[in-house]
């Protein structure tokens, strides 16, 4: 079956313990992005990546982190979170070149992070 | 620069009538436009797209769009609401060429039986 994971669906931390959420696609993507969601914001992006080893500040980069060092694996990293970060992150990802039906983006299931 | 606009924060409608969920754009070129669902304690699941041709789309679940140009909008429509069709929906844009996706802030669909 074609999907994005993420893992943990769920994290409640502390302010400035680093963590990691993951997310993995496999549909042989090239393009990944991270979005974080706030209620009357909808999504804002905060990374994406075009390909391997190829990423860029979406419009929220800061205090947030990424890897592409693989196809399907595009981790978010947060060095030390603050309470100003607990949102809910969705990755998504689509292929680069319009052709066809190849034009949406597909979205994982979100991770909702609390930072105390 | 992108944008997208969705006036309404909720839409209320009763069950077998007609529904409209608004959305403006602005985007330098020719855009693609999406509308997504997302349904509680869920991802968001594609509905449709506008990329070119005909002006009315349709999409998943009797959902159709009409993209209108020089108005800037691409509405979201259904002839007969659902209870089931209760959700948050989100018009997205993006500019020939670029990859990045530009959502609104999203429309609270509630449908009364």
């Known amino acids: 079956e074609a999907q994005v994971t993420q893992n943990p669906r769920y994290l409640i931390t502390v302010t400035g313990k680093k963590l990691t959420v993951t997310c993995s696609q496999n549909m042989n993507h090239e393009y990944m992005s991270w979005y974080r969601q706030d209620p009357g914001l909808g999504l804002r992006q905060i990374y994406y990546s075009m390909n391997v080893e190829v990423t860029d500040k979406g419009d929220v980069p800061e205090g947030y982190k990424v890897s592409r060092k693989e196809k399907r694996n595009f981790p978010l990293i947060l060095e030390s979170p603050s309470p100003n970060q607990t949102s809910l992150y969705f990755c998504a990802s689509s292929y680069l070149a319009d052709r066809g039906e190849r034009h949406e983006q597909y979205f994982g299931p979100g991770t909702r992070l609390t930072v105390t | 620069a992108q944008s997208v606009a969705q006036p309404e924060d909720q839409v209320n409608v009763a069950e077998g009538n007609p529904l409209t969920v608004k959305c403006t754009y602005s985007?330098?070129?020719?855009?693609?436009l999406f509308w997504y669902v997302q349904y509680p304690n869920r991802g968001l699941q594609f509905l449709l797209k506008y990329i070119t041709g005909d002006n009315l789309v349709k999409g998943s679940y009797g959902f159709e769009a009409e993209f209108n140009k020089s108005q800037t909008s691409f509405h979201l429509k259904k002839p007969s609401a659902l209870v089931s069709d209760s959700a948050l929906y989100f018009c997205?844009?993006?500019?020939?060429?670029?990859?990045?996706?530009?959502f609104g802030s999203g429309t609270r669909l509630q449908v009364q039986p």
């Open positions: 985007v330098s070129g020719n855009p693609y």
């Open positions: 997205a844009v993006r500019a020939t060429g670029r990859r990045a996706l530009t």
